[in-house]
């Protein structure tokens, strides 16, 4: 059973395009991230949602824009896609402790998303 | 704002051999965390590491957290090749903040036989 899921593993697209990646958990988790790795495998948070409201919007290109349909699922789209977005994304999920923040992160298996 | 700062950023040892990786942080929080990633792969989590003083052990490897020097250690005991990956420190910015988590640079780790 596989808990962070993610779609598509490769994704290879022109300039220009927009694309999505897909995120699903079965953790049961109310708390989901996108994070962005890139070349230097410097992990950083984009966005994070709490039962589908955005909570986490780091300084982040308006291109890129998270939807939450349900509490297990986060996608991200990408509009008019740029070289500087070669990376690997990562989704990853938690469950919130009442005041005292998010337990465990469980990360996705990422996404490598080729900008040619 | 919060930086959390990891050194070495490389470290190659042989196999035996004992070892620590440092994460330092800048501002006061109270949850650390450890995490493993080989390459190519997804992030998996070793430690959560809560309150000053906590220590905890899985195999060959303890972490610890002094949250008054805002430092916590990933100590390496007789290292085995399968140990080989970046290790990653991640603080969480502040209580409450909903995940918030701050990741340092990674170590990456080579053990030779």
């Known amino acids: 059973d596989t808990a962070v899921s993610q779609t598509p593993k490769y994704l290879v697209t022109q300039m220009g395009n927009d694309k999505s990646i897909k995120c699903e958990q079965n953790?049961?988790?109310?708390?989901m991230y996108w994070y962005k790795q890139d070349s230097k495998k410097f992990l950083k948070i984009m966005f994070s949602y709490n039962n589908k409201e955005l909570i986490i919007n780091e300084t982040v290109p308006n291109r890129f824009s998270p939807k939450s349909p349900d509490k297990a699922h986060l996608n991200l789209h990408i509009n008019s896609l740029e070289l500087g977005d070669s990376a690997v994304y990562f989704c990853a999920s938690s469950r919130s402790i009442s005041g005292m923040g998010t337990d465990t992160q469980y990360f996705g298996p990422g996404t490598r998303l080729t900008v040619l | 704002e919060l930086k959390v700062e990891q050194n070495p950023l490389f470290l190659s040892m042989q196999e035996g051999k004992n070892y620590t990786i440092y994460c330092n942080y800048s501002?006061?929080?109270?949850?650390l965390y450890w995490y493993r990633q080989d390459p190519g792969k997804s992030l998996e989590s070793l430690f959560v590491?809560?309150?000053?003083?906590a220590v905890k052990q899985e195999g060959r490897l303890m972490a610890s957290l002094d949250t008054k020097a805002r430092l916590s250690t990933l100590h390496i005991t007789a290292a085995v090749h399968d140990l080989s990956a970046t290790y990653f420190c991640a603080v969480e910015t502040n209580r409450g903040s909903q995940g918030n988590l701050i990741f340092g640079k990674g170590t990456k780790l080579s053990v030779k036989p």
């Open positions: 953790l049961g988790h109310d708390t």
């Open positions: 590491l809560l309150s000053n003083g």
């Open positions: 501002t006061t929080s109270d949850r």
